[in-house]
Each structure stands twice: as C-alpha cells, then as structure tokens.
C-alpha cells in the first residue's frame, strides 16, 4: 500500500513538473515577438523623437521620420494584444496535436470570456463608464469589448483551460445527427461554452483577487531597491528548471511589478508601463521608474560585465593545453550572453560543478538589480543584454544614465572574475579545459573512427538520441530558447557525461521522469533532428 502510495505521488510530482515546464516553454513565443517588437518601438519612437532629431538634424527629412514612425507602430502589435497572444500560444504549446486547433480555440475562449463578463455587467446595471465602478471592477477595454481587464493571469487561465479541453474533447464522438460537430470541430465550441461560463464568475471574484494583486505590488514597492534585488537573485535560482519565466512574467505584465498612470492612461505591469512610457511625451513618473528596475538594466552589471570576467578565469584556470578547444566554447557563450540576453551557456559551465558558486552568482544578479535601481538607471525591456542597453539607453538620452552601465559592468567584471579565479583554484573545480589529460586519451581512443552527421556544424542528432536512452525512453520532446525538454521512462538512463562530449552543456534530472538537456541557441535544430529519428505516434 505505502509503495502503490509513494508512486502515486511520484507519478503526480513528475505530471507537475511536466506541466510547468511546458507551461514556461509557452511563453516564449510571445515573448520573442514581444523582445522584437520593443526593439522596432525603441528605434522608431526614440530616431522620431524631438530630442534626437533636435541633434541629428539629418533625420528631420520626412521619408525617415516616415519610416522610424512605421516602425513604432508595428512594434506596437505584441503590446496591444498581448493578452489574447498568450491565450492562443499556451495551448498551441501545451498541445501534443493539431496544434492550429488549439490556438484557435484559444483566441475563441479568451473572447467567450469576455463577451460573457461585459453581459454580466451589463444585466447588472453596472455602468461602464463610472469612475468608481470602473477601479471596482478594473473595466477596460478587451478586443474592442467594455470587459474586466484580467491581463495576463486570465490570458494564462484561458490558455491552460483550453489546452485541457483540447486534451480531452480532441477526438469527441458525437451522435450521428451531429457529428459534424465532433473531433476537432468540438474543441472551439466546448471552449467557448466552458470559457463563457467562467466569465460569469469574473465579476464576482476578481475584485477580491485583483485586490490581493495590488497588495503583492505595494508590498514589494515598499521594499524599495530589495524588490528588484530578490527578484533578480529570484529569476537567477529559478532557471536551472526552467520556471524563471513564470516569475518574469508576473513582473512584468501584472500588478505584481507596478502599476500606474501612464500619460493619462492606467497601466499594469513592469514592461506593459516601460513600453507606454516610450510613446508618452511627458517625462515618467514615480510609478514608471519603480516598476522599471524589474525590467533589463538590472541585468547589465552581470550580464555584460559579470558572466564574461567569470569565462575568461574559466579560460585562464584552464591546462595550457587545452585553452584552445575551449575557446570557442567561452567564445560562443559570452557571444550568447552580451549579444542575445541567453546565460544558460555559461551559467552551466559551473551549476553542477559548484552549486554554492551559482548561489553566489544569484546574489551577484540581484546586487546589479539593486545598483541600478540605487544609482536611477532607466533603460528598460526585457534582455539585459547589448543591444537593450544601445536602443533604450543610449539612444534615449542622457536621462537614462546609459553611460553608468559600462562603468557597472565593469566592476561585475572584476568581482567575477577574481572570484571564479580563486574558487576554481582554491576547490580545483573541474571547469572546462581542467580534466585530466587520462580522460581526454581515453576519449581520444573511444571517439568515432567516421564522421557522423552534424546538426548546426555541431550536433550529432543519433549519438545525443542514443545518450538520452534511446527511443524507447522518450515519451515526450520540446524545447525552450536553450534547452530540450523531455519527459522519460527513466532519468538514470540519460547519459550525463557522454550527452556533455556531444555538445550539451548540462543535464538538469527533475525526477525519475522528467529532465533538461541544456544545448544552447541550436536547441530548435537539435530537437527537429531528433524528433526525426523517433517513431511517429500511432
């Protein structure tokens, strides 16, 4: 009884795991778009601006301003719709199948809800337009409907609902006389009853739950510069299982990060007021710059400073010997973290090797959090990396405080690496380019006599299939920005060291089923070969 109990639970805790990794594999979809299109708004609103072309004159000429004021305007798309995004993208995510039909039940349902709030408040006599009634409620507009602006938790709500109706209904048999609405036909109607009825209950609950809201965000507002300090320390703890993203998101699209108003207009979330803060003439608020420490600048003292001094000690506590091979390795990750905002591929150099190095790192994170907040660096979106720092700082102006950055960087840079030095010296940790010379013999003589077929000049899809277990041990297969995903018969078969000798970077074992093979950015090309090697579903 105690054994069939304790699988149970096993069982239940890996289902769990499953979830939330796909649940914050989902988001990014969206967030892609979102990352592009802050970067088309950052260039068009800040080369339209008054204040850039006061001083490039040259972009006075009307085909330019025609075309930075196009590109403002198309970066809007992912914020003016984002919540609707994020209700078709979880189910299209967390769908095994006919992932069209998901999405579009997605979008159906998010605005069954809608349509169902605004008939609620309309057969109650709320009225709409009221002050009183509307910061009661939290009326906004919703698709073009007078709705309860629910944001992204009922984006995310609606999506996870309808990935499970999905789920359940997708091959629905109906009596004859109606089967031309079962299969998948059925999914979007039974989406639209079940997401309708919900809607009735919104008014009812989300005053409560909304307020609970605005508790949480004042509450982490009253902790001043530590709100964003536990918050990056956070993020950073969260990301070797792949749930950074749900805390992210929270900040920076719900009250949770801030909330205000925004050249007359109420806006929620730490991103959602940073955008609306870009296309406001007037200068920001309190509101803004408070919510704005959560977002990118945060993440400049270590992502621009801090992890590429920690690569070059790993370079330098390296054999002679071996720098060169693991140059490129370095290389590429630093390449990944300035450029792209992706920390995975450095961050996993040195996880497992030294977890309490990675806690120390984690603190390092939230310290730059913590500076920039200090020292009133306003930059913004959502990377930390580069290019964020060049389009939202520097071609913002001055009153960003871009030019502080490279002076904070500068410092992570130093901290980091004296640190790593002396660690990876001081503990003898085994950091790329330190193994013995034994191994690499020994890896030398076990190496494939023929060259084998590469993914991205890299990847040898069949070997890494082989070290996950084989097809037999893949359930299931996806991946996030930098990892593969997986589900499996059984963890302990993943071959950790011989997975590390073919490319990946880490190998993170949630539980007896679930895992993360960390690749890199090639982690799309990896995946589709290797999802080519598996037998299809029956």
């Not at 009661?136 to 995310?156: F, N």
């Not at 739950?209 to 009253?222: L, P, S, T, Y």
């Not at 277990?469 to 297969?477: D, H, M, Q, S, V």
Request: hydrophobic content about 50%; some cysteine.
């Amino acid at each position: 009884m105690t054994s069939a109990r304790t699988q149970r639970i096993r069982q239940a805790k890996s289902s769990l795991w499953e979830f939330f990794q796909g649940l914050g594999k989902t988001f990014m979809l969206p967030v892609a778009l979102l990352a592009f299109c802050g970067i088309m708004l950052g260039i068009g609103s800040s080369l339209s601006s008054e204040a850039v072309t006061d001083n490039l004159t040259f972009l006075q000429g009307q085909g330019f301003h025609v075309v930075f004021t196009w590109m403002a305007n198309t970066g809007q798309v992912a914020f003016t719709f984002l919540p609707v995004l994020f209700a078709m993208a979880i189910p299209l995510g967390l769908a095994r199948e006919d992932k069209g039909v998901a999405a579009f039940s997605g979008f159906v349902g998010y605005v069954a809800m809608n349509l169902a709030v605004n008939f609620f408040l309309t057969t109650k006599g709320v009225d709409l337009e009221d002050k009183k009634e509307i910061a009661h409620y939290g009326i906004a507009d919703v698709l073009g409907i007078q709705s309860i602006d629910t944001g992204l938790l009922g984006a995310v709500a609606v999506g996870i609902v309808v990935a499970w109706l999905h789920g359940r209904f997708r091959t629905q048999r109906m009596p004859d006389a109606l089967a031309f609405f079962g299969g998948l036909r059925f999914v979007p109607i039974i989406s639209a009853l079940v997401l309708s009825a919900a809607g009735l209950l919104i008014p009812l609950v989300w005053p409560t739950f909304n307020g609970w809201i605005k508790d949480i965000g004042e509450a982490i507002g009253h902790a001043g510069v530590f709100g964003p300090f536990f918050f990056g320390m956070g993020e950073v703890l969260l990301r070797p299982v792949g749930l950074h993203h749900v805390l992210v998101a929270m900040f920076r699209f719900t009250d949770v990060g801030g909330s205000g108003a925004v050249c007359g207009e109420h806006v929620s979330g730490a991103l959602n007021m940073f955008y609306a803060q870009i296309n406001c003439d007037a200068a920001p608020n309190g509101d803004v710059t408070s919510a704005t420490h959560f977002l990118s600048q945060g993440k400049m003292a270590a992502y621009l400073g801090g992890l590429p001094g920690a690569a070059l000690a790993m370079y330098h506590c390296a054999r002679r010997a071996m720098r060169p091979e693991i140059k490129a390795l370095l290389v590429s990750g630093v390449v990944a973290c300035v450029v792209g905002g992706i920390t995975e591929p450095l961050e996993f150099l040195f996880l497992f090797i030294a977890p309490w190095l990675y806690l120390i790192h984690a603190v390092l994170v939230g310290l730059g959090f913590l500076t920039a907040a200090v020292l009133g660096v306003f930059i913004g979106n959502t990377d930390g990396n580069v290019i964020d720092w060049l389009v939202f700082g520097v071609l913002q102006g001055s009153t960003t405080k871009w030019y502080l950055v490279p002076v904070i960087a500068a410092v992570w840079f130093a901290a980091y690496y004296f640190l790593f030095r002396w660690a990876i010296r001081r503990f003898d940790l085994k950091t790329p380019g330190r193994d013995e010379p034994e191994e690499d013999a020994a890896e030398a003589e076990t190496a494939p006599a023929e060259p084998v077929a590469l993914v991205a000049g890299k990847y040898d899809p069949v070997a890494i299939l082989e070290a996950l277990g084989g097809p037999a041990n893949i359930r299931t297969l996806d991946n996030c920005i930098t990892r593969l995903r997986l589900t499996v018969d059984d963890a302990e078969q993943l071959d950790e060291a011989r997975l590390k000798k073919l490319g990946a970077v880490g190998v993170v074992k949630l539980d007896a089923n679930t895992a993360q093979v960390v690749i890199g950015p090639q982690v799309q090309q990896v995946k589709d070969a290797i999802d080519a090697l598996l037998p299809a579903a029956d």
